[in-house]
């Protein structure tokens, strides 16, 4: 789950990435001419590294890391999955006091807290 969450985060940063090098690319073909595409280094913080289309780079990670979140999605739900249940009450009291109990640390054992 933690890998999954990981390359999530990655493709959602990726996608965020392209959209603005995409933004600044259309700003600057409004301000004339063909206008330039930014670039970007692909070393430590973007201080090192051989210089790159933006666009095209962000692009190329969005594709790269896509499969590798599904495979990892799929593994996911079929290695790690963990028991859930549904429950519903006849009325707001006992709702209410359900809300106010605290599963406790060891979740093999089944045992419940009420807190004030």
């Not at 700003?27 to 670039?39: A, N």
């Not at 590294?49 to 990670?61: A, L």
Request: charged share 35%; aromatic share 8%.
């Amino acid at each position: 789950m933690e890998q999954a969450l990981k390359l999530y985060k990655k493709l959602v940063k990726a996608r965020k990435k392209l959209e603005h090098a995409e933004a600044v690319y259309e700003l600057s073909k409004r301000k004339g001419g063909e206008g330039k595409r930014p670039t970007n280094k692909t070393g430590f913080w973007g201080l090192i590294g051989s210089k790159v289309d933006s666009i095209d780079y962000y692009k190329e990670q969005i594709k790269e890391l896509t499969p590798k979140l599904v495979v990892e999605q799929k593994r996911t739900q079929e290695e790690e999955q963990e028991g859930a249940a549904l429950v519903f009450f006849n009325n707001r009291r006992s709702a209410a006091e359900a809300a106010q109990v605290h599963n406790c640390i060891r979740p093999d054992v089944i045992h419940f807290c009420i807190l004030n």
